[in-house]
């Protein structure tokens, strides 16, 4: 089997954590970081660093607003987080195929 796809494996995506963020967020145009933390059972320190790490990578954006005299933190898929994660998927069929060909 060609290690190579392996290899090529966006790590900033493929960290266990990180990976659930991301592909949560590609189902969806936007979400608050409570409907996040909350999905995925988070703590909020957890997820403020998984979020940073993917924001500082340019895959995540965060707006900072107020709803209702609230703090409201909303996250979404930049384009490039949207083409980071069509190219992790694409790299995982990838191996799937190469795997079942074994």
Same mark, same amino acid.
């Given at each position: &089997? ?8 966006? *790590?900033?995506?493929? @960290?266990? !954590?990180?990976?659930? =963020? ?19 059972? &988070? ?8 979020? *940073?790490?993917?924001? @500082?990578? !340019?895959?995540?954006? =965060? ?40």
């Amino acid at each position: &089997m060609n290690p190579e796809p392996f290899l090529q494996l966006d *790590r900033v995506v493929h @960290e266990k !954590g990180r990976l659930p =963020i991301v592909t949560l967020l590609a189902a969806n145009a936007e979400l608050s970081f409570t409907e996040i933390r909350d999905t995925l059972q &988070m703590t909020d320190g957890n997820l403020s660093v998984h979020l *940073r790490t993917l924001q @500082e990578a !340019g895959y995540v954006a =965060i707006t900072k607003s107020f709803y209702e005299r609230r703090p409201l933190t909303t996250c979404s898929l930049t384009p490039a987080g949207r083409a980071a994660f069509r190219q992790y998927i694409n790299l995982l069929e990838q191996i799937v195929r190469e795997a079942k060909q074994v």
